[in-house]
């Protein structure tokens, strides 16, 4: 079915696309599944950590969710990142067509010189620094996130209906925080919905890790 033409304008900071009958494209983005950096415990930044077994499962759970619940993506999008482009790949078996967009516009912020230490390593080494938000130089800001991310989510909506994007924590608060979502944990296999209208609008919150884990799959 091809897709209903969509009203071009400017892509601002927050603006979006919208339909010629005013309907709205809705967007899932989700965390990749647990990466080998994850289990332990290492802040991952843009390096290119692979997924684990319980990752790989994680993702299949989550496409399982999301076929029972009678979600069809006409467009699945993720970092080019393996941890995200895994996640994608089997989740776009499922629930997609099988294709899955790769954009470099969605890996994770950059972490700078914190990239690859535990959280342990970096209070020795920046003492309080993550619970006063004292980030390092290199750290990318909320800003210069979505000015990537929300122009490619701007230009794969032009083509889509429901968009599904796998990203990276970092990345879904930044839009959480740009679309003055209240904010909230971002675990494995977990995201939010969100509309796309005149600006960014924020829906339900998703989290198939816990979901996972009370399926007994930890």
Same mark, same amino acid.
């Given at each position: 079915?091809?897709?209903?033409? &969509?009203?071009?304008?400017?892509?601002?900071?927050?603006?979006?696309?919208?339909?010629?009958?005013?309907?709205?494209?809705?967007?899932?983005?989700?965390?990749?599944? =647990?990466?080998?950096?994850?289990?332990?415990?290492?802040?991952?930044? =843009? #390096? /290119?950590?692979?997924?684990? %077994?319980?990752?790989? =499962?994680?993702?299949?759970?989550?496409?399982?969710?999301?076929? /029972?619940?009678?979600?069809?993506?006409?467009?699945?999008?993720?970092?080019?990142?393996?941890?995200?482009?895994?996640?994608?790949?089997?989740?776009?078996?499922?629930?997609?067509?099988? !294709?899955?967009?790769?954009? +470099?516009?969605?890996?994770?912020?950059?972490?700078?010189?914190?990239?690859?230490?535990?959280?342990?390593?970096?209070?020795?080494?920046?003492?309080?620094?993550?619970?006063?938000?004292?980030?390092? /130089?290199?750290?990318?800001?909320?800003?210069?996130?979505?000015?990537?991310?929300?122009?490619?989510?701007?230009?794969?909506?032009? +083509?889509? /209906?429901? *968009?599904?994007?796998? #990203?990276?924590?970092?990345? !879904?608060? #930044? *839009?959480?925080?740009?679309?003055?979502?209240?904010?909230?944990?971002?675990?494995? &296999? %977990?995201?939010?919905?969100?509309?796309?209208?005149?600006?960014?609008?924020?829906?339900?919150?998703?989290?198939?890790?816990?979901?996972?884990?009370?399926?007994?799959?930890?």
């Amino acid at each position: 079915m091809v897709a209903a033409v &969509l009203r071009r304008r400017p892509a601002t900071f927050f603006e979006v696309a919208t339909r010629e009958d005013g309907s709205c494209v809705e967007v899932l983005a989700l965390r990749h599944g =647990q990466s080998e950096w994850n289990a332990e415990g290492r802040w991952q930044g =843009q #390096a /290119d950590s692979p997924l684990t %077994s319980l990752g790989e =499962q994680q993702a299949l759970f989550a496409a399982q969710q999301l076929l /029972d619940s009678g979600e069809f993506f006409d467009t699945i999008a993720s970092s080019d990142l393996q941890r995200a482009r895994r996640t994608a790949e089997i989740i776009a078996e499922i629930v997609g067509n099988g !294709i899955v967009k790769l954009r +470099t516009e969605f890996r994770e912020r950059s972490a700078g010189p914190w990239q690859g230490l535990t959280r342990a390593e970096i209070e020795m080494r920046w003492p309080d620094a993550i619970a006063q938000k004292r980030w390092p /130089d290199g750290y990318e800001s909320d800003e210069s996130v979505i000015s990537r991310v929300v122009p490619a989510i701007y230009e794969l909506a032009t +083509t889509s /209906d429901c *968009l599904l994007v796998i #990203a990276h924590a970092g990345l !879904i608060r #930044a *839009l959480d925080r740009a679309s003055n979502a209240p904010p909230t944990s971002v675990p494995n &296999l %977990s995201g939010r919905w969100y509309r796309l209208e005149e600006r960014l609008v924020p829906g339900n919150i998703v989290n198939f890790s816990a979901e996972a884990t009370s399926h007994g799959i930890e």
